[in-house]
């Protein structure tokens, strides 16, 4: 049977509109697959502790006690920040005050040193406003979002665990049987490098955190817990998060202190605190789990944005890790897996084939070739 060979533009245009199709589809059911993909994450995260109560205890009594257990767990932190923000909502008109008086100074410095009429920097600062007011109210959409997320997703996350061996077997069977240790391999090294990405990211923010709140208190920065911790959160996302991290604790001190000198050393001590969490803390405990390269992880991290906004930036990196774990292990796909990866060749297959060419080419002259 002779298979008919497309040419190169038409079988592209074909695989540019099914990515865009893909895509499309991605955007349109985010609100489903957002937390449905987080689900995923937090039931593969809570097998083993199911797993081993299995051992002892009916599956559905195992499955309650593993989501009690995670809920207990992630309720604290919530009442840790549900307690700090409302500490420091007792102090925001006092801190208004200071803001207002600060804007206050700053608009006549600005009046006396680049001539720059008040009205016109009011004008500025209402414009701004307003698109902060956008900002603020899709913000605050994204936080409706969030808390109508943290509703769904342990009903998600108990019905994976509780229909675990069914799922296994539909994925067992999609393939045949000669494939079966291939999907086992992925299946197996897919569920490790999830488990190992999240606890090494929950690892790091917890280190990051502790180094922020030391920091601040040092410094003297009130709400130094609480911003600690929201520094450590924000630094979950891959690459930006920590710059992000570093005006919450600015924006405090310089409303609340005299000076810039905290502001000069929040600054310093962040660039330390990144510094040690980018070349040491982050490839300990994360970077080692997932082996994707830079330049692939601050493209995938933009692209996820784009498409699904924080969530997507979170989510990018373990999606990708688990796109480089399938197309390690299927033969037309391996350039794609070895892209991914972060280990760099010597040299370029150009220069091989160069060589390789020469050196054909004196064997030829020489008379050892045939």
């Known amino acids: 049977m002779v298979i008919k060979e497309y040419p190169f533009y038409l079988k592209a245009t074909v695989i540019l509109f099914g990515l865009i199709l893909l895509v499309y589809i991605l955007y349109m059911l985010g609100n489903i697959l957002v937390p449905f993909s987080f689900a995923i994450l937090f039931a593969i995260l809570l097998n083993p502790l199911c797993s081993r109560l299995q051992r002892k205890l009916p599956r559905l009594v195992s499955v309650i006690i593993t989501l009690l257990i995670a809920i207990t767990l992630i309720g604290s932190i919530l009442y840790f920040l549900i307690a700090q923000v409302a500490q420091f909502g007792q102090e925001v008109p006092v801190l208004k005050l200071k803001f207002d008086a600060l804007i206050d100074g700053t608009e006549h410095w600005v009046l006396l040193n680049f001539n720059i009429a008040i009205h016109s920097q009011v004008s500025f600062l209402r414009d701004?406003?307003?698109?902060?007011?956008?900002?603020?109210?899709?913000?605050?959409?994204?936080?409706?979002?969030?808390?109508?997320?943290?509703?769904?997703?342990?009903?998600?996350?108990?019905?994976?665990?509780?229909?675990?061996?069914?799922?296994?077997?539909?994925?067992?069977?999609?393939?045949?049987?000669?494939?079966?240790?291939?999907?086992?391999?992925?299946?197996?090294?897919?569920k490790t490098a999830i488990q190992s990405y999240v606890v090494g990211l929950l690892i790091e923010m917890i280190i990051v955190s502790m180094m922020n709140a030391t920091a601040l208190l040092i410094l003297g920065v009130k709400y130094a817990l609480l911003l600690g911790f929201v520094g450590g959160m924000l630094n979950m996302l891959p690459y930006i998060g920590g710059i992000i991290a570093i005006l919450l604790p600015i924006m405090i001190a310089t409303v609340t202190k005299d000076g810039y000198s905290t502001q000069f050393g929040i600054v310093i001590a962040y660039m330390v605190i990144q510094f040690i969490d980018n070349n040491i803390i982050f490839p300990r405990f994360v970077s080692v789990k997932v082996q994707i390269n830079s330049l692939i992880s601050v493209i995938v991290v933009l692209l996820g944005n784009a498409l699904w906004g924080i969530s997507g930036m979170f989510l990018s990196i373990p999606f990708i890790a688990v796109l480089k774990i399938i197309f390690d292990r299927v033969d037309g796909l391996k350039p794609w897996g070895k892209l991914f990866g972060d280990s760099v060749p010597v040299r370029h297959m150009g220069q091989v084939w160069v060589r390789r060419k020469k050196r054909v080419v004196e064997m030829v002259r020489q008379g050892d070739y045939l």
């Not at 936080?143 to 539909?170: D, E, H, S």
């Open 128 to 190: 701004a406003l307003n698109s902060s007011q956008a900002l603020l109210g899709k913000t605050l959409n994204t936080v409706l979002g969030a808390i109508n997320v943290i509703f769904i997703i342990p009903v998600y996350v108990f019905l994976m665990l509780f229909y675990k061996t069914l799922i296994l077997n539909f994925v067992y069977e999609v393939f045949s049987e000669e494939h079966s240790h291939h999907v086992a391999e992925i299946l197996k090294q897919t």
